[in-house]
T-cell receptor
Framework: GDSVTQMEGPVTLSEEAFLTINCTYT??????LFWYVQYPGEGLQLLLK?????DKGSNKGFEATYRKETTSFHLEKGSVQVSDSAVYFC????????????FGKGTTLSVSS | DGGITQSPKYLFRKEGQNVTLSCEQN?????MYWYRQDPGQGLRLIYY???????QKGDIAEGYSVSREKKESFPLTVTSAQKNPTAFYLC????????????FGNGTRLTVT
């Protein structure tokens, strides 16, 4: 079945460092791809999405490009801030009506000043 | 503002008791979902509903039950048959279409002792 694999954390960075969180997927057809962020004690918030190959999603300095050839959707940010400390989830939505999103296990990011 | 409301934020129950978690949305979304989150496990799908009076089991439905009598409401009951009910429960909704993102509530943390 469809699945999402993302790099295990925690990822620990200093402020202004470059961030990459790897995400690869297995799916039939052409899924939509998402990154969500979760702050402590809260629900998940959509960070960005891409719905077809070569699309780039971007928001708040974060970017991810839908790469069909490598089945990847890596999250990047050029300069992280302490406020970016959170758990990041990669997810896919199969291209079928009536299906739910499938999530990776999450990657914890900790940024220190 | 439209959104998803989960209540209560914290819930404590004794083992052997059933407990119902509330989820209400005013986004006018047809589809609603319940996920369970455990440390290091990511999000796992419990139940989802595409339309009023209809719902489907997710990956870990055993020990849970739901109802969908109104479009706005999708309560989850954790029964005494659920062997390990202590977890963080997240409710979500979305518009039709694979490219539509999930909108999440802020979750209910259930502790059963």
């Amino acid at each position: 079945g469809d699945s999402v694999t993302q790099m295990e954390g925690p990822v620990t960075l200093s402020e202004e460092a470059f961030l990459t969180i790897n995400c690869t997927y297995t799916a039939t057809g052409y899924p939509s791809l998402f990154w969500y962020v979760q702050y402590p004690g809260e629900g998940l918030q959509l960070l960005l999405k891409a719905t077809k190959a070569d699309d780039k999603g971007s928001n708040k300095g974060f970017e991810a490009t839908y790469r069909k050839e490598t089945t990847s959707f890596h999250l990047e940010k050029g300069s992280v801030q302490v406020s970016d400390s959170a758990v990041y989830f990669c997810a896919l939505s199969p291209n079928q009506a009536g299906t739910a999103l499938i999530f990776g296990k999450g990657t914890t990011l900790s940024v220190s000043s | 503002d439209g959104g998803i409301t989960q209540s209560p934020k914290y819930l404590f129950r004794k083992e052997g008791q059933n407990v119902t978690l509330s989820c209400e949305q005013n986004l006018n979304h047809d589809a609603m979902y319940w996920y369970r989150q455990d440390p290091g496990q990511g999000l796992r799908l419990i139940y989802y509903s595409q339309i009023v009076n209809d719902f489907q089991k997710g990956d870990i439905a055993e020990g849970y039950s739901v109802s969908r009598e109104k479009k706005e409401s999708f309560p989850l009951t954790v029964t005494s048959a659920q062997k390990n009910p202590t977890a963080f429960y997240l409710c979500a909704s979305r518009e039709p279409g694979g490219g539509s993102p999930l909108h999440f509530g802020n979750g209910t943390r259930l502790t059963v002792t």
